[in-house]
């Protein structure tokens, strides 16, 4: 899903494995990991989606770089 977001240009998320993939403007995409839900919804909804991403996501979950 686009989004508008001075850092993030793409969000998706799989419920079955509880994966959210997250592609940045500079063309960079990451997979984490065990991401309940309610996470995705609040990022979805942030007034800031970087500075969600920033607090409530990066470093907290397993990731890794898609090629």
């Known amino acids: 899903m686009k989004v508008t ?3 993030i240009s793409d969000i998706a998320y799989d ?3 509880q994966t ?6 500079d063309g960079a995409m990451y997979n ?6 309610g996470v995705y919804d609040r990022l979805l909804t942030s007034g800031s ?9 990066k470093g ?5 770089k898609v090629a």
Not at 20 to 25: G, Q, R
Not at 32 to 37: D, G, H
């Open 20 to 25: 959210m993939s997250i592609t940045f403007h």
């Open 32 to 37: 984490y990991m065990s991401v309940p839900i």
């Open 5 to 7: 977001s001075s850092n």
């Open 15 to 17: 419920e079955k494995s």
């Open 49 to 57: 989606k970087g500075s969600y991403f920033s607090q409530y996501i």
């Open 60 to 64: 907290r979950f397993a990731s890794t």
